[in-house]
């Protein structure tokens, strides 16, 4: 069994911190491109899937014709008889009842959808196109058509925002009771309009918010299954904790990632050369490397230690000096071993990055 990720590269406009690959909608150009995405996926036509996830970019800017053309290929094309999981991200500034229709009419089960901030001043700061009460509305409409599993994205740490506002931001997103919550520390990537304006942000406030977002949503019946990632009992997402667990996946769309038969590759990140690849029956690769043993080994480590519950199988320590570096960080308490697992012990995962680059060899 595989997962499916498909990547939609249009936005409305580009918000001010995100570096994704991303240019602005254009109907005829998008049209060519969901052609270019159903020709690509007929490569992998029958696959049995358990997972598909769609994501961008904005996969909601499409028109419902878009949306219900690719969705429909993916019914047709690939074996999803036993899919468990499929999600649509979503913008709620290009969401209609009638996507939603289609969305639920074509098996899609889960939603993401990027809120930022519950703050209208902070989400106009961020570049975002929506308002707090058009996601409300979204929202609303989303529980009507039938969906009970959304995912809710929200930024912290953003300049201007306090402690204080985020607590309240998290108040106001406890009310959704959404399935799942993924918060994100802003990050200033290189080529964004923050990165151009030398918006700066502060490591000791994000901490502070991530430590009450811990303690907070634990009080309120969240499990804290990912770094970032909060979800109530069994609503954890599958798609993408298979990505965690270091399983393979099928990527299909400019610039998307995927990982097959030990390959990890990387499609075109130019949307006119991709489509110009796919319709000359061209691969459209143009990254692609071999996980060897000991890669396979640091990923698994890598990706797997993100997991707070799951945590990843000792069997990937699996070499003289992985041992060593265990056995530092064991006696130093910042991971514990449980059973044949191996994971972070409580309230140490901000030590992420410092721990894993002791992997690395
Ligand atoms: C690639 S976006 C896709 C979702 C959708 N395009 C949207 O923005 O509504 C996934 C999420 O990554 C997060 N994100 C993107 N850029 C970020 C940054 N520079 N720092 C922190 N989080 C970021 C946002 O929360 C965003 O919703
Ligand atoms: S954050 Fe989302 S909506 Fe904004 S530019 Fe990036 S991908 Fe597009």
Redesign the pocket.
């Known amino acids: 069994m595989l997962g499916l990720y498909i990547h939609i590269p249009f936005?409305k406009q580009k918000?001010f911190?995100?570096?994704?690959f991303?240019i602005r909608y254009e109907e005829d150009f998008a049209d060519e491109y969901i052609d270019a995405l159903i020709k690509h996926s007929l490569d992998f036509k029958d696959k049995a899937l358990d997972s598909v996830y769609i994501?961008?970019?904005?996969p909601s800017i499409l028109s419902s014709k878009q949306i219900e053309k690719l969705l429909c290929c993916i019914n047709d094309k690939f074996d999803l008889s036993k899919l468990f999981e499929f999600t649509f991200?979503?913008?709620s500034d290009s969401t209609t009842l009638e996507k939603l229709t289609i969305l639920k009419n074509y098996n899609v089960n889960r939603l993401?959808?990027?809120l930022?901030s519950v703050d209208d001043r902070l989400l106009s700061l961020l570049g975002r196109v929506h308002n707090f009460n058009n996601f409300c509305n979204v929202y609303d409409l989303a529980r009507q058509v039938g969906f009970n599993n959304i995912s809710i994205?929200?930024?912290y740490g953003i300049s201007h925002q306090t402690l204080k506002d985020w607590k309240n931001a998290l108040r106001k997103v406890l009310s959704f009771n959404s399935a799942n919550l993924?918060l994100?520390?802003?990050?200033?990537?290189k080529d964004?309009m923050?990165y151009k304006r030398g918006i700066v942000t502060s490591e000791y406030v994000q901490r502070d918010m991530y430590d009450f977002s811990v303690e907070f949503l634990e009080q309120n019946g969240y499990n804290h299954y990912e770094i970032s990632n909060w979800a109530r009992s069994g609503k954890e997402s599958f798609h993408n904790t298979n990505y965690w667990r270091n399983k393979e996946y099928i990527a299909i769309g400019a610039g998307a990632s995927g990982y097959l038969n030990r390959f990890r590759y990387k499609n075109v990140e130019n949307i006119k050369e991709y489509i110009k690849l796919i319709n000359k029956g061209l691969n459209a690769q143009f990254e692609k490397e071999y996980i060897d043993d000991k890669l396979y080994s640091f990923e698994s480590i890598m990706l797997g230690l993100r997991l707070l519950k799951e945590g990843v199988s000792i069997k990937h320590f699996n070499n003289k000096y992985y041992q060593n570096v265990l056995k530092r960080c064991i006696d130093e308490r910042v991971l514990v071993q449980d059973n044949n697992v191996i994971k972070f012990a409580k309230g140490y995962e901000f030590l992420f990055n410092e721990i894993v680059s002791k992997f690395v060899i």
């Open positions: 936005c918000c911190y995100c570096n994704f991303s994501g961008g970019g904005t991200e979503l913008n993401s959808i990027g930022e994205d929200l930024m993924s994100y520390p802003l990050s200033i990537e964004t923050f």
